[in-house]
């Protein structure tokens, strides 16, 4: 079955530093990839995607490319802000699991200022 | 995207009480609902899918009598949580897609109590 795996945190930064978080998965067939963003006392919001190996998705200065020959999905950000404190999911979803999400386990990122 | 709202925010309920979670889907033709759990620091667990006007499939695991889905409307599905018990206390969440679009969107969560 899918199956998605992400570096745990809590990882904790200091403003403007660079942000990398690790996401590996596994799938039959070519999944559709993304990244889910939950802010405190809140609900998930998409950040990005990605539908075939190659593509490079990008929102809000965060960025991830999907690698199809690692299976890998990382998430990365150049300069992060304490407005970036949240809790980061990675997920896919593919047609083999009749289109539903599977997510990883949530990776919690604190910025200081 | 669509904007999704929940009601209530957060619940307190009494051990072997019903609590009924609604989800609104407030722009946008919501063909497919899920609800989703999610424990303190977990990861969301899909509980179950429903489409507009038809019966909700549920995940293996999941208690479809004590977990009551309606989804009767293309902007409204609501989860009871029948006779519900402390092991019910969670952060039940929401989401949304459609014909035109397979991106999901999720409601805000509810916290359910059980005391």
């Known amino acids: 079955g899918n199956s998605v795996t992400q570096m745990e945190g809590p990882v904790t930064l200091s403003e403007e530093a660079f942000l990398t978080i690790n996401c590996t998965y596994t799938?039959?067939?070519?999944?559709?990839l993304f990244w889910y963003v939950q802010y405190p006392g809140e609900g998930l919001q998409l950040l990005l995607k990605a539908t075939k190996a190659d593509d490079k998705g990008s929102n809000k200065g965060f960025e991830a490319t999907y690698r199809k020959e690692t299976t890998s999905f990382h998430l990365e950000k150049g300069s992060v802000q304490v407005s970036d404190s949240a809790v980061y999911f990675c997920a896919l979803k593919n047609k083999a699991a009749g289109n539903k999400l599977t997510f990883g386990g949530g990776t919690r990122v604190l910025v200081k200022p | 995207g669509a904007v999704v709202s929940q009601h209530p925010s957060w619940v307190i309920c009494k051990s072997g009480t019903s609590v009924k979670i609604e989800c609104r889907s407030l722009d946008f033709q919501a063909t497919t609902m899920f609800w989703y759990r999610q424990f303190p620091k977990q990861s969301l667990m899909l509980m179950a899918t429903s489409n507009e006007g038809s019966k909700a499939t549920y995940e293996q695991g999941v208690e479809k009598d004590k977990f009551l889905i309606n989804h009767a409307s293309l902007t409204l599905s609501t989860l009871t949580v029948t006779s519900a018990h402390p092991e019910d206390s969670s952060f039940y969440i929401c989401?949304?897609?459609?014909?035109?679009?397979?991106?999901?969107?999720f409601g805000p969560g509810t916290r359910l109590t059980v005391l």
């Open positions: 989401s949304v897609t459609g014909t035109s679009t397979d991106t999901q969107y």
């Open positions: 799938a039959t067939g070519y999944p559709s």
